[in-house]
Nanobody, 124 residues
Framework: QVQLVESGGGLVQAGGSLRLSCAAS????????MAWFRQPPGKEREFVCSIKWSGRSTYYADSVKGRFTISRDNAKNTVYLEMNSLKPEDTAVYYC?????????????????WGQGTQVTVSS
């Protein structure tokens, strides 16, 4: 079983950048697709991006395409989210999640392991 711990959140001004990390424990990490979701204040959790186990296939929500980049280092059991050109509407709790079937689909039900979340706040 994989366990996930996110880090790297914080307060940043609009236009700035942050890099989130998600450290995974468990020997099967490299076989999982990984994703980032976020939950803005008062709203439902939404898909941000995902990456399959090989790292060669990635998917992005339209709202972050061109600004965010997901990557993974299977040797370090870590997935990253590089966020650039941040906007106030990116403010949310960001969660990483693991999909044991390596689909990487943009829906919460595909992921059976979740981290505790890390807060990202973008000020205008």
């Amino acid at each position: 079983q994989v366990q996930l711990v996110e880090s790297g959140g914080g307060l940043v001004q609009a236009g700035g950048s942050l890099r989130l990390s998600c450290a995974a424990s468990g020997r099967t990490f490299s076989s999982y697709a990984m994703a980032w979701f976020r939950q803005p204040p008062g709203k439902e959790r939404e898909f941000v991006c995902s990456i399959k186990w090989s790292g060669r296939s990635t998917y992005y929500a339209d709202s972050v395409k061109g600004r965010f980049t997901i990557s993974r280092d299977n040797a370090k059991n870590t997935v990253y989210l590089e966020m650039n050109s941040l906007k106030p509407e990116d403010t949310a709790v960001y969660y990483c999640a693991a999909d044991p079937f390596n689909w990487g689909l943009p829906r919460m039900s595909s992921y059976d392991v979740w981290g505790q979340g890390t807060q990202v706040t973008v000020s205008s």
